[in-house]
């Protein structure tokens, strides 16, 4: 017998996103049906030849979907906003992929610019298509991921039918390629807790029988086509669950065990807070994440149920580095010995967050791709660490020398730089105060910048017109000298302090015209980071990210940002601020390295920052603003970790502010509506002005900051930037007036929630307009009350 090998996923988006590029033009009506299932066909047919060809011992289905997993499982379930279930019955019993579009993107679902957008810190902002009456689903992120789910929506009287035939068709595709079949099913529970109930005074564990029903009838059917094991991802096991909800995992697996064999996965984090729960389940096996919670493996070991197989999520399902396979056959080897066949080897989690192949990368050195490992070369590892816990000696040769360039990292000193972990070595308390507390920088401040009652400005970013992309894009191709493409962006500089000076907006920005995004563009700067040409992983829908990734200790070799906010200044007598990327948000949307810690690395990119906060105000920028949108979405799965993570976050953003003179303005920005749960420590980064989303919540949000006490300066966003819209004068007064009577006029600051970069100038200048005359009319309003 040999070890059982099997992924837990693939990615669907194909190795150069076909299926994104396929899905847009089937949105815009260039492309019909037929064409688009065609292509998903042939992506997870690949997929499955990779697992086959790597000789798994699955073929894992169900994996594939044409927007999103959750919304699948919602389809499967039938279970359809009824906004969007289509008018005739026809239409409702037999929904079609128009109708999973309309619940992930809205109504007007030919139009590709409509297609929502999540808040750059992936929060839930509406589809721009909200007026229509049909508005997507909200969406959020899945677990600690950058990707983003489609949220389940219940109400009372909601009820499941199986009718969608996706996850069968594709079990049977495989089945007639000949492919042994594991499918992959959303477990119930996960898809209860994953959803928001959308009507008061119910819970929606209370539709969990009927749900059963609809999960006893899918186990079923796959029993009938000869499926023997099904995969079911109960996620939501690593987290910290209420007793209400552990407890109905009983009876759920009761209701529906039985047909197949189940496999229970759990990934993302440790499981053993419900370890003894989970053991009494009727199932066959559990699956644990070794790569984000190694340290359960041997409670599980111990506790595991004589009869169940133990699948171990050995390599890491949701990074880019090769797995040290020595080690990982040094670690499981105890365990196959005591285990035996019912040990199997698999991915952590699914491969959806891995880049799909390391192979296309052709501009990487040999050195670095030597460290990586993608989507295809996981399977590899999978299936090599099985052959050598088999006693197979090729294979344990070839795990030996597969881990060696893995191993010489580590003490290469191209890698770990002693002149870095000088710097991180004199860390103190100290080194992370400003040198003034606050009361007193702000009074320096108002000396220094001459800034009027409610000062106006913008959160960073202008138009990313299509002008600057193709620049860009001619500049990376070769076509464009770096010399021209640098006169390019001086013009749009330009001319974007321009239009700020016509606005008569208070404090300015350059526009981060040279920046494709916020992080890349800080990546690109920074010794320690490599970026790659195909290294794609989904967001959501056919939204694809490309993150950099840590490779080494990260130094700042020159000012990275000096040169643009200078000459941005040299055009203006008004305020001009700086404009940086926060360490943690940095650390949220990259690759981070494994071999040393996420406050590590957060700690590197905070000395880079510091310096260039220092050769920033050296060089005559007076305000300096710190963006952190992800310093939310970066919070550990469990609470009892939340602290920990806060505490060295905080540090990492003041060892990069506390470089600047009291006075110095510093800023941050974060862009998401829920700061209850960091509230303190959103004050103890101690930026002297925050600005923040607010708009959508009728500033609500400030409650938040009034309740705590909050002690310096805020910027409420006075409109949604997500939407074109353009908010009145009166709108924005209001807003304010409402802001007011939370926060003291004397810390107010007038913005937009987030930066314009998707916006075009017209809606800009419109908005901005309607924001300045706003604040002058409160301005005079305020003072003449005062005098
Ligand atoms: N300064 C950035 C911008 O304006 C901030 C973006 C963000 O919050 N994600 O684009
Ligand atoms: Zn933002």
Redesign the pocket.
């Known amino acids: 017998m040999t070890t059982t090998t099997h992924i837990l996923g693939y990615p669907r988006i194909g190795e150069k996103r076909e299926l994104k590029f396929t899905l847009e033009k089937y949105w815009r009506g260039e492309i019909g049906q037929s064409e688009l299932k065609q292509l998903g066909s042939e992506l997870r047919n690949r997929n499955w030849n990779v697992q086959a060809d790597a000789n798994l011992s699955f073929a894992t289905a169900g994996d594939f979907a044409w927007y999103d997993h959750v919304l699948t499982t919602t389809l499967l379930l039938g279970h359809v906003p009824k906004r969007h279930a289509g008018g005739s019955e026809e239409e409702k019993a037999f929904p079609d992929l128009d109708t999973l579009f309309r619940v992930g993107r809205g109504q007007s679902q030919t139009q590709i610019q409509s297609q929502k957008q999540p808040t750059?810190?992936g929060g839930k902002h509406g589809s721009e298509s909200a007026q229509d009456g049909a508005a997507a689903s909200d969406m959020t992120k899945w677990f600690n991921t950058n990707y983003h789910y489609i949220v389940p929506e219940f109400s009372k009287d909601d009820s499941f039918d199986v009718s969608w035939p996706q996850l069968f068709d594709e079990v049977n595709e495989a089945i007639q390629a000949g492919h042994k079949v594991k499918p992959v099913l959303l477990g119930p529970l996960s898809y209860l807790y994953l959803g928001k109930e959308v009507e008061e005074g119910f819970d929606r564990l209370s539709l969990l029988p009927r749900l059963l029903t609809a999960y006893q009838a899918i186990l079923a059917k796959l029993s009938k086509l000869g499926v023997e094991w099904v995969q079911i991802d109960e996620p939501i096991l690593a987290l910290e669950l209420d007793n209400q909800w552990v407890d109905s995992f009983k009876l759920a697996y009761q209701v529906i065990q039985g047909d197949v064999k189940l496999l229970l996965t759990t990934y993302f984090d440790s499981v053993t807070d419900t370890l003894d729960k989970i053991v009494d389940l009727p199932i066959n096996g559990l699956h644990i994440d070794l790569a984000a919670a190694p340290q359960q493996l041997d409670e599980v070991v111990n506790k595991l149920p004589e009869d169940w197989v133990l699948s171990a999520g050995a390599i890491n399902g949701r990074n880019v580095w090769r797995a040290d396979l020595a080690a990982q056959l040094e670690l499981l080897q105890p365990v196959k010995d005591k285990l035996g066949d019912k040990l199997w080897i698999a991915s952590s989690c699914s491969l959806l967050h891995s880049p799909v192949d390391l192979e296309l990368e052709e501009t990487l050195s040999e050195e670095v791709k030597s460290w990586f490992a993608f989507a295809k070369q996981k399977v590899t590892e999978v299936s090599l660490l099985g052959a050598a816990l088999d006693g197979d000696q090729n294979a344990i040769l070839a795990c030996e020398t597969y881990s060696q360039p893995i191993v010489a990292r580590k003490s290469a000193t191209h890698v770990n730089k002693p002149q870095v972990q000088a710097r991180i070595n004199t860390i103190t308390k100290a080194l992370a105060e400003r040198t003034a507390p606050y009361a007193e920088r702000a009074a320096h401040q108002s000396e220094v910048l001459g800034l009027p009652l409610l000062p106006t400005t913008t959160?960073?970013?202008f138009p990313q017109t299509g002008e600057i992309r193709v620049q860009r894009s001619a500049y990376r191709t070769g076509k464009l000298s770096e010399a021209e493409y640098n006169t390019a962006l001086k013009g749009h500089i330009a001319d974007a302090v321009k239009r700020q000076e016509a606005l008569d907006l208070d404090v300015l920005v350059h526009g981060?015209a040279e920046r494709n995004d916020?992080v890349e563009y800080f990546a690109e700067n920074l010794a320690g980071f490599q970026t790659t040409k195909f290294g794609w992983v989904q967001s959501y829908g056919s939204r694809c990210v490309k993150p950099a990734i840590v490779v080494a200790d990260i130094e700042r070799e020159k000012p990275m940002t000096v040169e643009w906010s200078t000459y941005a200044q040299s055009l203006t007598s008004k305020q001009m601020k700086g404009?940086l990327t926060g360490p943690v948000t940095i650390l949220c949307w990259t690759f981070p390295r494994e071999d040393i810690s996420r406050k590590e690395i957060t700690n590197q990119l905070a000395f880079a920052l510091r310096d260039e906060v220092s050769d920033l105000q050296d060089a005559g920028i007076n305000i300096i603003?710190i963006?952190e949108?992800a310093i939310r979405e970066g919070l550990p799965l469990k609470k009892r970790d939340h602290a920990e993570y806060l505490e060295w976050a905080v540090d990492a953003f003041k060892i990069s502010a506390a470089s600047a003179k009291p006075e110095t303005q510093i800023h941050t920005?974060m862009?998401y509506s829920e700061f209850n749960e960091i509230i303190d420590s959103v004050a103890a980064l101690d930026a002297d002005v925050i600005t923040i989303e607010t708009s959508r919540s009728n500033m609500e949000l400030l409650k938040a900051f009034e309740e705590f006490n909050y002690p310096n300066a805020i910027g409420p966003g006075v409109y949604d930037i997500h939407s074109p819209n353009i908010p009145s004068e009166e709108w924005i007064v209001d807003l304010l007036k409402k802001a007011a009577e939370k926060i003291p006029a004397e810390r107010l600051w007038a913005n937009p929630d987030?930066?314009?970069?998707t916006r075009n100038w017209v809606e800009t200048e419109a908005a901005l307009t309607n924001l300045v005359s706003a604040t002058k009319a409160l301005r005079k309003e305020w003072e003449s009350a005062e005098a």
Do not use: A, F, T
Not at 754 to 757: A, F, I, P, W, Y
């Open positions: 750059c810190c959160v960073g970013s981060e916020m404009m603003q963006d949108p920005h862009c987030c930066g314009l970069k």
